[in-house]
């Protein structure tokens, strides 16, 4: 069973710029997370979905978006880069609402804003 | 608001010693406390979690105690052994689906 995957792994983008990354679930997996890591921090949370629609999102502002497709595949959007939104960007599946937490965590963008 | 507070940032133990984690958590309402292990370059992996009905949780050589009263659990990994060295986080969900990590340990075990 092939885990979550992320892409791309890595990213340098520049201030002001717009960013997209991505994340494929597990397959059956319906229940999709993000969450920042910056630099010797734990994990904040970002944004979760789930059949396709926006669940809850954390204390970001609203420059960070997203969206999770029909075949719950899912983006993030970064707008308006700033050089703080430098981290690993990681998302996890989970397989329904049941399970509460995230399961299965990929291995993360690792963005770089300069 | 909600916080998880984890200790200590860094644990160095020799190989087969015990190495134990601390968390507290702020919200009363926490109810599932997961544990996770993030090897380097990787992300992490699930490799524990206790329920707030559940005082304690074994798993071959890790185990989860929790302390509702105090608000405190703890991780305990005994035997350790140098494939155990990585950051562990602990967790509280919260509700709505939201899950607040701690910061980190990094733990290192010395051959």
């Known amino acids: 069973e092939a885990g979550v995957t992320q892409s791309p792994t890595h990213l340098i983008k520049t201030r002001g710029q717009q960013v997209t990354l991505r994340c494929s679930p597990i397959?059956?997996?319906?229940?999709v997370y993000w969450y920042q890591q910056a630099l010797g921090l734990g994990l904040q949370f970002l944004l979760w979905y789930d059949e396709g629609e926006e669940r809850n999102r954390g204390n970001f502002p609203p420059r960070f978006s997203g969206r999770q497709f029909p075949n719950y595949s899912s983006e993030l959007n970064v707008n308006a880069l700033e050089l703080e939104d430098s981290a690993l960007y990681l998302c996890a599946s989970s397989r329904d609402r049941l399970h509460l937490i995230p399961q299965h965590f990929g291995d993360g963008t690792r963005l770089s804003i300069l | 608001g909600e916080n998880v507070e984890q200790h200590p940032s860094t644990l160095s133990v020799q190989e087969g010693d015990s190495a134990v984690i601390k968390c507290t958590y702020s919200?009363?309402?926490?109810?599932?406390f997961p544990w996770y292990k993030q090897e380097l370059g990787k992300g992490p992996q699930l490799i524990i979690d206790?329920?707030?009905?559940?005082g304690e949780k074994k798993d071959q050589r890790i185990a989860v105690t929790l302390n509702k009263t105090a608000k405190h659990f703890s991780l305990h990994i005994t035997e350790t052994q140098p494939e155990d060295s990585a950051v562990y986080f602990c967790a509280a969900y919260t509700g709505g689906f939201k899950t607040i990590f701690g910061a980190g340990t990094r733990l290192f075990v010395k051959a």
């Open positions: 206790i329920r707030s009905n559940v």
């Open positions: 397959s059956g997996h319906t229940s």
């Open positions: 919200d009363s309402a926490s109810n599932y």
